[in-house]
């Protein structure tokens, strides 16, 4: 399986961007996709998560009511979609994937960065 991240790029404040995530490979052993991101100086933080049998998602705070992560099952693709962006969400941004009996996320895709900026 792998993982195929695009989207990123610079936005001004209170701007959008949609992040994409495409899964190619033998895709039916994931069961879910998420977002992560690594900003400077920081640890990585789960920012979004979504599960492949149901649309049961799961949010950071920080980002809640802002984000919003879906899937489309037919391509195998999860989009992040941004919205309001500050600048403290500049960040690398990571797909990953979660294996079918597995607890913790263990495919990543390459990071897209994410700079918000004016």
């Known amino acids: 399986v792998q993982l195929q991240a695009s989207g990123g790029g610079l936005v001004q404040p209170g701007g959008s961007l949609r992040l994409s995530c495409a899964a190619s490979?033998?895709?039916?052993?994931?069961?879910?996709m998420g977002w992560f991101r690594r900003a400077p100086g920081k640890e990585r933080e789960l920012v979004a998560r979504?599960?492949?049998?149901?649309?049961?998602?799961y949010y950071a705070d920080s980002v809640k009511g802002r984000f919003n992560i879906s899937r489309d099952k037919t391509r195998n693709t999860v989009f992040l979609q941004m919205n309001s962006l500050e600048p403290e969400d500049t960040a690398v941004y990571f797909c990953?994937?979660?294996?079918?009996?597995?607890?913790?996320?263990?495919?990543w895709g390459q990071g897209t960065l994410v700079t918000v900026s004016s």
């Open positions: 490979g033998r895709t039916g052993i994931i069961s879910a």
């Open positions: 979504i599960l492949r049998s149901t649309p049961n998602t």
């Open positions: 990953a994937a979660r294996f079918l009996g597995a607890t913790d996320f263990g495919l």
